[in-house]
Each structure stands twice: as structure tokens, then as C-alpha cells.
């Protein structure tokens, strides 16, 4: 007899998860009797077009099979039929919400136990949880669906509003969002406003004896501290000019001096805990140089699954974590690798127990660390790519680290006085010498491949040089005395390490939502990405102050961070959902009816944002009686640039087209000059002499580009001062510079990458042909409609043969791409050779592509 809920154990078993990339991993490890599909991601959600939330009956939700998942969940459903089903979708609230829509849709009961969670993709830990089961967490899902509908209810009302203000399409605003770019632009205004001050200090030289110095700095006059521009100048010795400096300088002159005090203390520095979303994601920034959204991509490669000799098996834990707990087990064999790898002498006594520091810190995942650490990063290297390599590498040695003894130092400070019943000028010299590294053998020593670690991870070593030994009651000579200038900085841009570092601090988002705010932000132009700094747009300082000024409470920190810990708390089981996004609402809706409308010149009702197949635009809520509308973005108005045209002499000015700004004469259509907009590098083209400009992409990536349009120069690297030996063309920065010329024997030909989506060039040409034939075939059929008698039996006349292309200098180029038979076609064609008709269809196939090919290298910043 079975019990309820049991199945026989012959029966087959679906078990859905999210990717397929983790579908095919868990199907290899639980082997026949099991049928793993994926989800690919959420299967339902609110609707596209309306609010789908009833905010009169407790924000109850409308949820609709997306579109493009409706043949997986058929696909889905197909498969369910009479078999047990086991939900294994991601471990967080975003799994458990697409678990629950999966299970609603296949028609089973969510309190059924068919949940199961896979921490990590391993044959042991997947054959666990496949054996027990659990009911659907309603909490979770309901954290999810507060989430969601906050999410829509700000984006529906705030972001046509956004677009209404500023005329311009795409515009969005959310809670996790628009604060995320109020720091930054909060930021960039705080650096615009600093004044930088000046300060001097003094740097001495004194000699020991026996041909040693002691390199020190000037630290108090008679007690009071000098001011090097940290902290507080209040009592303090300011030396605000180079004649007070020197004039002090002049007096320190010409005085014996005397050690009067050698301290020297053994210094600890304890190894960081291992990683968090957040320590991931800023680590990764700092030392591998990847964004968020690169980290988190490369992460769930390395925990869904690769292939080893040994299977398909998870290299790491669950990477959307913010806990630092770990297994006993894991912290086991850490110790093993420890002793075995590095030696005895680098492992501790016991093992090292993080806690989070953090109130509120989930603890449902453990940190992010190697499933198993015996794994090393050079013994899955070949199977690998690069950049995986080098985040496993760095999960693994954090890991490590964080179980191994402190490093040691030993900290030397002397301090030098003159001599004389009453000491005027004290001097300060420090040193540090690393006596013992610990953790450090593992984990670098602040420094890794040249890229500074982490920032503000507490764990930098500072890097002092050491002192001579000398022994208290030393005399000393000063042998020379130097004064030097120096500045206040402002505080630094963010990057993604700093960012994700406030946002965390301030309890803005979660684990899951840092890499998403920032590709948002980047996707809608309000941030650009400048090396590894990130800069608000002017589009994102506009969206910003009319955030702050309207809707306050939506970008304030303490009430985006409440809201947060609300959702936890939610999570918890603490909190029913819909009070919590009232909670939210109520002010937002204060708020929102405070904002002017835009009303219809006609009749004076309101105009909203309306969606046609041609797009957006504005039209007056009275249609069908008022049928005003007008376009959605304005057309920016050309501005003189204060150049004259080369052609002409009238003078040049910015226009916005199509692809972004660029400049033209102001005397078109009498005159079409025009040329790239961008700014000027300081280099000229090694095809036609004229600037080399730089751009950028729409998504924001730097590239760079002759500005005459008449030359294909394109370089996705910054050019060097330095030029190529061989060729004399600039060397671009790749390594230690590379040269870009196709015709020089040292070019790298991977500087000039293909045109993306080569392939989709091919398609597209031949759904052009199939539509062109589609086209033809109907309106001879209309044609033949309309024809009589001897018309419509004419003979149809013989098309005629295609011309040489006039560009075919542009389109050599682009020549490596085509088939051989394309290629002899189009070179036949160019040299004005006859061909038969097959031929010349595929010339003309070829030119398309060609032509296709050069228009996206001109016209797309392809990283």
C-alpha cells in the first residue's frame, strides 16, 4: 500500500527548473526514470499593456502566460501528464514565485510537497533534495508578488509620466532604481562642488650615522598636530601657503635632533569572510575589472553546471546569497586543502565562524564558495573559459583565505625632537614589515595582477616601507628639509564595487537586485560607464531632480530601506503583503496627485501617453470626441558649433538624426557637408589624415572612428601615442599595444572583429527575397485582374543585368565573409564581366550582404 502523496517507484518523474543549461547538468546526474525541462525563467506575469493589479480588492494580482512562453508551458503541460512533478527552480523569491506559476499552471496543488532546492549542483546534493520535498513557501511567493506589484504600480504611473515630462521614449523609474541613480548624481554634484584647498607639509631627511637616513615627517610644532588634509583642521597647524611652509621649513633648520621614542608593535590582519553577492560583485569589479551584470552571468555558469571529466557537476554554491554562514563539512575539507596546499603552519587552531554583521541578513543559502574545495582552479582550467577561470579562481581563493591564520606585521613609529629644555619640532617616521603572510599566501597582498583589491573590504595592506633599526636616544642630523604643495580631492565617482558597497550599507535592493538596477540604468541612458567609474547622463541628473521635487518619498533612502526590510518581514511570514505595499502606496499617491497635468489645447482634458504600431505619442483623453494628438519627442533644434563649413564657409551646427547627434552645415540642401559628432583624441586617421574621434554606442561603450564619413577607420580600442614599427600606423591598447592595420605583417586580426550577428545579415536577406517574391507574385496577380485580352498575355520582359557596384572599394573589406561562390560572383560583377542569370542572383545576394555588413561596422560599436 502506498501512503498519500506517495509515488510508485517505477513512475517517471518532470522535474522543471529555470535555464537549460541547469536542466541538462541535473539530467545527467539523476539519470533515467527522470525527466528534467526548464522554464526558461518566469512563465507568467502581470500584463504587458494594463495594470493587471485591482488596487480596491487588496492589490490583487492578474497574472497572464507571457507570450513567448505559452509554447513551453504547453510543451510543459504535455509532459506532467500522469507523472509526479518536482519543482527545482532557483533558491530565492523570484524561484519560489516561478515554482508557484508553474505549479498553478500544470493544474497540482502548491501545498503539495514538490518543492525542492538545490543550494548546489552536485550528484550528491541534487539526489538529497529530489528525496525530500516540501510544500510550495506561500511567504516567499508572497514577497515576490509585493515586490511586483510595488514594482508596476510605480513603473505604470511614474514612468509615462516621466516620459510626458521630458518628451522622450523609454523612460522608467522604480524604488530600487531611482535611488540607485540619486547616489549617483548626488555624487557627481558633490565632486562638481568641490573647491579643492590648499596645504603644505614638510618632509625632512636625517642621518643616523654610520651612512644611514631616516627619512620623516614633519608632525607637531609645540604640540600641535599639522593638518595633512584628513579630518578635522579645528586646533590643528594649517599651513595654507608656500611662505608659511618655507618659513617653517627655515626654523626647523639648523636644530639637533634626537630619537626620543621606537615603538614597535606586531600588527594583525585577519582574513576576510568569504563571499557574499554583494563582496562578489565589488571584488570581481576591483580585481577582475567585470561589471555586476558580467559577475552575476559568468556565476550562474559556474553554479549551473560544467562538463568534467567526472560529469557535469556545479563548481560553486549559490551565488544571490548575503549570508556568510558555511557547512561544517565545507569548512572541513577547507582545512584539508590548507594543510595540504600551503602547509601546516598556515592553519588555525580551529575553524573560523563568520557571522553577519547585518541585522535582517536572510540565512537560507550558505556564502559563495567552491562546492568542493579540493576542486582547485588550475585542475579545472582546460575546461574553462577565461573569464570563468578567473571568477572560480577568485571564489576559490577567498574561500581559502578566509579560513586561514591572520597575517603579521611587525609596525615600527619613531619619533625624532629637537633638543633643547623646551622641544619645538616633533618629526614622525613609520615603517612596517610583513613577518608572517597567513591568509595573504592565498589571498594576494592588496595587490593582484595590478588591479588594487577590493575597496574598502577593511582587508588593504598598507604598504610602508621598513625603518632602519636605530635605538631611542639616537642623535640626529637633518640633512635636508623639503616643503610640498598638496590638495584636498573630492570624494570618488562610484563604481560597480562602490555602489553595490552603498546601496548595501543604506539597504537598498537585495542580493538578486544589484546587477539588475545597474543595467537598467545603463539600458535607459540615465548612467554611461567611463573606464570602471560610472557617470550620470544629463537625461539621468533631469530624471533625478524631478524625482526629488515631485515624488520625494520615492527616492529617499530611509523610506526605500524600510520598505525593503518590510519585504523581509513579508518573507518572514511577519507581515501580510497588501498592507505592506499600501504602506508604499498611500504616500506615492499623495504624491502623484500633486503633479501638473498636460492638458489637450483643444478641450482642455488631460493628454496621455498612447502606444501605436508606430509607436508612442500623446494623445487627449476624450477620444473619440477630442481626436488631438500630437509626436512624443520633439525635434531638437540644430546648434551652431561655432565652426564654418569647409565646403562653403556657413556656419556648422549639431543635429540629432537616427544613429545620435552629428554635424552638418547649415546651408543644406545647397550644401551636404556633414561629419561625425564626438569627442577629438588628438589623432589623426591613418587612412585620410582627418581627427579620430571618439563616440559612443547606445549602450554606452567607447569607441573610435575617423570623422569623415567617406573613411571606414573604426577602432573599438583607444589609440596610442606609439606607432607601429613596421607600418607607422598608431598602435591601438590591447596588452602592450597592438597594431590594427590589415595590410602590416604584425596586425592582430582580432582587433578587427566581424560585424555582429553575421548570420542575421544572411537571414535577413533572404526574408527580404521571400517578401520581394511574396510582393511580385501579388501585384502580378492584381495586374492580371486589371488586364485584357492580348495585356494580359503579354510576354513579361526580361529583367536586366545588374551594374557593378560604385562602392565595391568600401565593400572589399568585408569580402572574407562571403562563400567562395559569392565571392567569385561579386568580384565578376565588380570587374564588369558578363553573367549568366543564376550568377547574377547570387552577385546581387552577395553585394546585399556585403553592403549590410558595412553598414553595421559603421554604424554599431561592436565590444
Given at each position: 500500500?502506498?501512503?498519500?502523496?506517495?509515488?510508485?517507484?517505477?513512475?517517471?518523474?518532470?522535474?522543471?527548473?529555470?535555464?537549460?543549461?541547469?536542466?541538462?547538468?541535473?539530467?545527467?546526474?539523476?539519470?533515467?526514470?527522470?525527466?528534467?525541462?526548464?522554464?526558461?525563467?518566469?512563465?507568467?506575469?502581470?500584463?504587458?499593456?494594463?495594470?493587471?493589479?485591482?488596487?480596491?480588492?487588496?492589490?490583487?494580482?492578474?497574472?497572464?502566460?507571457?507570450?513567448?512562453?505559452?509554447?513551453?508551458?504547453?510543451?510543459?503541460?504535455?509532459?506532467?501528464?500522469?507523472?509526479?512533478?518536482?519543482?527545482?527552480?532557483?533558491?530565492?523569491?523570484?524561484?519560489?514565485?516561478?515554482?508557484?506559476?508553474?505549479?498553478?499552471?500544470?493544474?497540482?496543488?502548491?501545498?503539495?510537497?514538490?518543492?525542492?532546492?538545490?543550494?548546489?549542483?552536485?550528484?550528491?546534493?541534487?539526489?538529497?533534495?529530489?528525496?525530500?520535498?516540501?510544500?510550495?513557501?506561500?511567504?516567499?511567493?508572497?514577497?515576490?508578488?509585493?515586490?511586483?506589484?510595488?514594482?508596476?504600480?510605480?513603473?505604470?504611473?511614474?514612468?509615462?509620466?516621466?516620459?510626458?515630462?521630458?518628451?522622450?521614449?523609454?523612460?522608467?523609474?522604480?524604488?530600487?532604481?531611482?535611488?540607485?541613480?540619486?547616489?549617483?548624481?548626488?555624487?557627481?554634484?558633490?565632486?562638481?562642488?568641490?573647491?579643492?584647498?590648499?596645504?603644505?607639509?614638510?618632509?625632512?631627511?636625517?642621518?643616523?650615522?654610520?651612512?644611514?637616513?631616516?627619512?620623516?615627517?614633519?608632525?607637531?610644532?609645540?604640540?600641535?598636530?599639522?593638518?595633512?588634509?584628513?579630518?578635522?583642521?579645528?586646533?590643528?597647524?594649517?599651513?595654507?601657503?608656500?611662505?608659511?611652509?618655507?618659513?617653517?621649513?627655515?626654523?626647523?633648520?639648523?636644530?639637533?635632533?634626537?630619537?626620543?621614542?621606537?615603538?614597535?608593535?606586531?600588527?594583525?590582519?585577519?582574513?576576510?569572510?568569504?563571499?557574499?553577492?554583494?563582496?562578489?560583485?565589488?571584488?570581481?569589479?576591483?580585481?577582475?575589472?567585470?561589471?555586476?551584470?558580467?559577475?552575476?552571468?559568468?556565476?550562474?555558469?559556474?553554479?549551473?553546471?560544467?562538463?568534467?571529466?567526472?560529469?557535469?557537476?556545479?563548481?560553486?554554491?549559490?551565488?544571490?546569497?548575503?549570508?556568510?554562514?558555511?557547512?561544517?563539512?565545507?569548512?572541513?575539507?577547507?582545512?584539508?586543502?590548507?594543510?595540504?596546499?600551503?602547509?601546516?603552519?598556515?592553519?588555525?587552531?580551529?575553524?573560523?565562524?563568520?557571522?553577519?554583521?547585518?541585522?535582517?541578513?536572510?540565512?537560507?543559502?550558505?556564502?559563495?564558495?567552491?562546492?568542493?574545495?579540493?576542486?582547485?582552479?588550475?585542475?579545472?582550467?582546460?575546461?574553462?573559459?577565461?573569464?570563468?577561470?578567473?571568477?572560480?579562481?577568485?571564489?576559490?581563493?577567498?574561500?581559502?583565505?578566509?579560513?586561514?591564520?591572520?597575517?603579521?606585521?611587525?609596525?615600527?613609529?619613531?619619533?625624532?625632537?629637537?633638543?633643547?629644555?623646551?622641544?619645538?619640532?616633533?618629526?614622525?617616521?613609520?615603517?612596517?614589515?610583513?613577518?608572517?603572510?597567513?591568509?595573504?599566501?592565498?589571498?594576494?597582498?592588496?595587490?593582484?595582477?595590478?588591479?588594487?583589491?577590493?575597496?574598502?573590504?577593511?582587508?588593504?595592506?598598507?604598504?610602508?616601507?621598513?625603518?632602519?633599526?636605530?635605538?631611542?636616544?639616537?642623535?640626529?642630523?637633518?640633512?635636508?628639509?623639503?616643503?610640498?604643495?598638496?590638495?584636498?580631492?573630492?570624494?570618488?565617482?562610484?563604481?560597480?564595487?562602490?555602489?553595490?558597497?552603498?546601496?548595501?550599507?543604506?539597504?537598498?535592493?537585495?542580493?538578486?537586485?544589484?546587477?539588475?538596477?545597474?543595467?537598467?540604468?545603463?539600458?535607459?541612458?540615465?548612467?554611461?560607464?567611463?573606464?570602471?567609474?560610472?557617470?550620470?547622463?544629463?537625461?539621468?541628473?533631469?530624471?533625478?531632480?524631478?524625482?526629488?521635487?515631485?515624488?520625494?518619498?520615492?527616492?529617499?533612502?530611509?523610506?526605500?530601506?524600510?520598505?525593503?526590510?518590510?519585504?523581509?518581514?513579508?518573507?518572514?511570514?511577519?507581515?501580510?503583503?497588501?498592507?505592506?505595499?499600501?504602506?508604499?502606496?498611500?504616500?506615492?499617491?499623495?504624491?502623484?496627485?500633486?503633479?501638473?497635468?498636460?492638458?489637450?489645447?483643444?478641450?482642455?482634458?488631460?493628454?496621455?501617453?498612447?502606444?501605436?504600431?508606430?509607436?508612442?505619442?500623446?494623445?487627449?483623453?476624450?477620444?473619440?470626441?477630442?481626436?488631438?494628438?500630437?509626436?512624443?519627442?520633439?525635434?531638437?533644434?540644430?546648434?551652431?558649433?561655432?565652426?564654418?563649413?569647409?565646403?562653403?564657409?556657413?556656419?556648422?551646427?549639431?543635429?540629432?538624426?537616427?544613429?545620435?547627434?552629428?554635424?552638418?552645415?547649415?546651408?543644406?540642401?545647397?550644401?551636404?557637408?556633414t561629419r561625425d559628432d564626438g569627442e577629438p583624441t588628438g589623432h589623426t586617421c591613418p587612412k585620410c589624415g582627418s581627427q579620430v574621434l571618439e563616440k559612443r554606442s547606445r549602450r554606452g561603450k567607447p569607441y573610435y572612428k575617423c570623422e569623415n564619413n567617406a573613411c571606414d577607420f573604426l577602432s573599438f580600442y583607444p589609440l596610442l601615442d606609439q606607432t607601429c614599427p613596421s607600418c607607422g600606423w598608431p598602435l591601438v591598447k590591447k596588452g602592450e599595444g597592438a597594431c590594427m592595420n590589415p595590410a602590416c605583417p604584425v596586425h592582430d586580426p582580432k582587433l578587427v572583429p566581424p560585424p555582429k550577428a553575421s548570420s542575421r545579415a544572411a537571414s535577413s536577406s533572404g526574408e527580404l527575397a521571400s517578401r520581394g517574391r511574396r510582393s511580385s507574385r501579388r501585384k502580378a496577380a492584381r495586374a492580371g485582374e486589371s488586364r485584357t485580352g492580348a495585356k494580359a498575355k503579354a510576354k513579361v520582359q526580361e529583367p536586366s543585368p545588374p551594374k557593378p557596384p560604385k562602392d565595391w572599394e568600401e565593400l572589399k573589406p568585408f569580402l572574407g565573409e562571403l562563400t567562395p561562390e559569392e565571392r567569385q560572383a561579386a568580384e565578376a560583377l565588380a570587374l564588369g564581366e558578363v553573367l549568366s542569370p543564376e550568377a547574377a542572383k547570387l552577385a546581387q545576394r552577395a553585394i546585399f550582404k556585403l553592403r549590410m555588413k558595412k553598414g553595421r561596422a559603421r554604424k554599431e560599436a561592436v565590444t
Amino acid at each position: 500500500m502506498l501512503r498519500e502523496g506517495e509515488w510508485p517507484r517505477a513512475a517517471a518523474t518532470l522535474v522543471v527548473v529555470e535555464s537549460p543549461a541547469k536542466a541538462k547538468s541535473i539530467q545527467k546526474m539523476l539519470g533515467p526514470g527522470y525527466e528534467v525541462r526548464a522554464s526558461l525563467g518566469h512563465v507568467a506575469d502581470l500584463p504587458e499593456r494594463e495594470l493587471g493589479v485591482d488596487v480596491e480588492r487588496d492589490f490583487a494580482p492578474t497574472y497572464e502566460v507571457k507570450k513567448d512562453k505559452k509554447p513551453v508551458v504547453e510543451a510543459l503541460k504535455r509532459a506532467a501528464k500522469g507523472k509526479r512533478l518536482l519543482i527545482a527552480t532557483d533558491p530565492d523569491r523570484e524561484g519560489e514565485a516561478i515554482g508557484w506559476h508553474v505549479a498553478r499552471l500544470l493544474g497540482r496543488d502548491p501545498k503539495e510537497p514538490l518543492r525542492v532546492e538545490f543550494h548546489e549542483i552536485t550528484p550528491r546534493v541534487v539526489r538529497q533534495a529530489v528525496q525530500n520535498p516540501r510544500p510550495i513557501d506561500q511567504n516567499l511567493v508572497d514577497a515576490q508578488q509585493a515586490r511586483r506589484v510595488l514594482d508596476r504600480l510605480v513603473g505604470y504611473n511614474l514612468s509615462p509620466l516621466l516620459s510626458l515630462e521630458f518628451r522622450k521614449r523609454a523612460l522608467s523609474a522604480g524604488r530600487v532604481q531611482s535611488v540607485a541613480l540619486r547616489l549617483l548624481v548626488e555624487r557627481e554634484e558633490e565632486i562638481e562642488a568641490f573647491r579643492p584647498e590648499e596645504y603644505w607639509t614638510l618632509e625632512g631627511v636625517f642621518a643616523l650615522g654610520q651612512d644611514r637616513t631616516l627619512p620623516a615627517s614633519l608632525y607637531e610644532v609645540e604640540g600641535k598636530r599639522l593638518w595633512a588634509g584628513q579630518g578635522e583642521k579645528e586646533g590643528k597647524l594649517h599651513l595654507a601657503n608656500e611662505a608659511q611652509a618655507k618659513a617653517l621649513a627655515e626654523e626647523v633648520k639648523g636644530r639637533s635632533y634626537r630619537v626620543v621614542q621606537v615603538e614597535t608593535r606586531e600588527r594583525r590582519k585577519s582574513p576576510p569572510p568569504p563571499f557574499t553577492t554583494s563582496t562578489l560583485q565589488q571584488a570581481a569589479s576591483s580585481r577582475l575589472g567585470y561589471t555586476a551584470s558580467r559577475t552575476m552571468r559568468i556565476a550562474q555558469r559556474l553554479y549551473e553546471g560544467v562538463d568534467l571529466p567526472e560529469g557535469t557537476v556545479g563548481l560553486i554554491t549559490y551565488m544571490r546569497t548575503d549570508s556568510v554562514r558555511v557547512s561544517p563539512e565545507a569548512l572541513q575539507a577547507a582545512r584539508e586543502v590548507i594543510q595540504r596546499i600551503f602547509g601546516l603552519e598556515y592553519l588555525p587552531e580551529g575553524p573560523r565562524v563568520y557571522r553577519n554583521r547585518k541585522e535582517g541578513v536572510q540565512d537560507a543559502h550558505e556564502a559563495i564558495r567552491p562546492t568542493d574545495v579540493r576542486r582547485t582552479p588550475d585542475s579545472v582550467r582546460k575546461y574553462l573559459s577565461d573569464e570563468e577561470y578567473r571568477l572560480y579562481d577568485l571564489i576559490w581563493r577567498r574561500f581559502v583565505a578566509s579560513q586561514m591564520r591572520d597575517a603579521l606585521y611587525d609596525q615600527t613609529v619613531v619619533l625624532l625632537k629637537d633638543e633643547g629644555e623646551k622641544p619645538r619640532f616633533t618629526f614622525r617616521a613609520s615603517g612596517s614589515v610583513l613577518k608572517f603572510e597567513g591568509y595573504l599566501k592565498a589571498w594576494g597582498r592588496g595587490d593582484e595582477g595590478g588591479v588594487a583589491q577590493a575597496v574598502n573590504e577593511g582587508q588593504e595592506v598598507e604598504a610602508e616601507p621598513p625603518l632602519p633599526l636605530v635605538a631611542e636616544g639616537t642623535g640626529a642630523e637633518l640633512l635636508e628639509v623639503k616643503a610640498q604643495q598638496h590638495f584636498t580631492e573630492p570624494p570618488p565617482r562610484y563604481t560597480d564595487a562602490t555602489l553595490v558597497k552603498t546601496m548595501e550599507e543604506l539597504g537598498i535592493g537585495r542580493p538578486s537586485t544589484y546587477a539588475p538596477t545597474l543595467e537598467t540604468l545603463e539600458k535607459r541612458g540615465y548612467m554611461v560607464r567611463k573606464g570602471r567609474t560610472l557617470l550620470p547622463t544629463p537625461l539621468g541628473r533631469q530624471v533625478t531632480h524631478y524625482l526629488k521635487e515631485r515624488f520625494p518619498q520615492v527616492v529617499a533612502y530611509e523610506f526605500t530601506a524600510r520598505m525593503e526590510d518590510r519585504l523581509d518581514q513579508v518573507e518572514e511570514g511577519k507581515a501580510p503583503w497588501p498592507k505592506v505595499v499600501w504602506e508604499f502606496y498611500e504616500p506615492f499617491l499623495g504624491e502623484l496627485s500633486q503633479v501638473p497635468k498636460k492638458t489637450c489645447p483643444r478641450c482642455g482634458r488631460p493628454l496621455e501617453l498612447k502606444v501605436s504600431r508606430f509607436g508612442q505619442f500623446l494623445g487627449c483623453t476624450g477620444y473619440p470626441e477630442c481626436t488631438y494628438t500630437e509626436p512624443l519627442e520633439r525635434k531638437k533644434e540644430a546648434e551652431p558649433i561655432g565652426e564654418a563649413c569647409p565646403k562653403c564657409g556657413r556656419p556648422l551646427v549639431r543635429k540629432e538624426g537616427r544613429y545620435g547627434s552629428f554635424i552638418a552645415c547649415s546651408g543644406y540642401p545647397e550644401c551636404d557637408y556633414t561629419r561625425d559628432d564626438g569627442e577629438p583624441t588628438g589623432h589623426t586617421c591613418p587612412k585620410c589624415g582627418s581627427q579620430v574621434l571618439e563616440k559612443r554606442s547606445r549602450r554606452g561603450k567607447p569607441y573610435y572612428k575617423c570623422e569623415n564619413n567617406a573613411c571606414d577607420f573604426l577602432s573599438f580600442y583607444p589609440l596610442l601615442d606609439q606607432t607601429c614599427p613596421s607600418c607607422g600606423w598608431p598602435l591601438v591598447k590591447k596588452g602592450e599595444g597592438a597594431c590594427m592595420n590589415p595590410a602590416c605583417p604584425v596586425h592582430d586580426p582580432k582587433l578587427v572583429p566581424p560585424p555582429k550577428a553575421s548570420s542575421r545579415a544572411a537571414s535577413s536577406s533572404g526574408e527580404l527575397a521571400s517578401r520581394g517574391r511574396r510582393s511580385s507574385r501579388r501585384k502580378a496577380a492584381r495586374a492580371g485582374e486589371s488586364r485584357t485580352g492580348a495585356k494580359a498575355k503579354a510576354k513579361v520582359q526580361e529583367p536586366s543585368p545588374p551594374k557593378p557596384p560604385k562602392d565595391w572599394e568600401e565593400l572589399k573589406p568585408f569580402l572574407g565573409e562571403l562563400t567562395p561562390e559569392e565571392r567569385q560572383a561579386a568580384e565578376a560583377l565588380a570587374l564588369g564581366e558578363v553573367l549568366s542569370p543564376e550568377a547574377a542572383k547570387l552577385a546581387q545576394r552577395a553585394i546585399f550582404k556585403l553592403r549590410m555588413k558595412k553598414g553595421r561596422a559603421r554604424k554599431e560599436a561592436v565590444t
